[in-house]
């Protein structure tokens, strides 16, 4: 069954440094999204991206945050200069479409910044 | 207030119990409803989609009211394995910006 793959499975950083989440959708969906989830809290959407741009963003996604799809497969999350408050569980997902139906999510990556 | 509200739980139940869990959401443009379970630490993964006519899938019945802008979903014959934390998620706008709630937690005791 295809799935949504995650690399790292955790990335642990110092405050002020970048980091690069990656994810690899499925290989049909065209549309991929990043959510993240603090630790005993909910799930939040950060931004989904479709056609090679972001179609929506969240108040959360300042200009420290940025996406990619550099190639075919790749969807990258970048965290420029990392705050304290930026440890959480980051998701990435994707779906086949926009409208109706659901999205498939990753494993996750977990950021600790310290 | 929020957009999807759910109650937190822990619901405690035995085995073979039937145990119901309830979401309400805000937006009343709100067009995709699906029902996710978490694992601690473990991503979202779907249990079921939301249609406007209810629908089952083996022990799972969701039920969608769209005047009284709720959602639900019961669970027959309860599980160990069905232990997890069950998220509400709502979908509005067209780029599947999912709306999820904080999910109801299920504890299923031998």
Known sequence: ?114 | RKEVEQDPGPFNVPEGATVAFNCTYSNSASQSFFWYRQDCRKEPKLLMSVYSSGNEDGRFTAQLNRASQYISLLIRDSKLSDSATYLCVVNWGNFNKFYFGSGTKLNVKP
Not at chain 1, 12 to 25: A, F, H, S
């Open chain 1, 1 to 114: 069954e295809p799935e949504v793959t995650q690399t790292p499975s955790h990335q642990v950083t110092q405050m002020g440094q970048e980091v690069i989440l990656r994810c690899v959708p499925i290989s049909n969906h065209l549309y991929f999204y990043w959510y993240r989830q603090i630790l005993g809290q909910k799930v939040e959407f950060l931004v989904s991206f479709y056609n090679n741009e972001i179609s929506e963003k969240s108040e959360i996604f300042d200009d420290q945050f940025s996406v990619e799809r550099p190639d075919g497969s790749n969807f990258t999350l970048k965290i420029r200069s990392t705050k304290l408050e930026d440890s959480a569980m980051y998701f990435c997902a994707s779906g086949r479409q926009a409208m109706g139906t659901e999205a498939f999510f990753g494993q996750g990556t977990r950021l600790t910044v310290v």
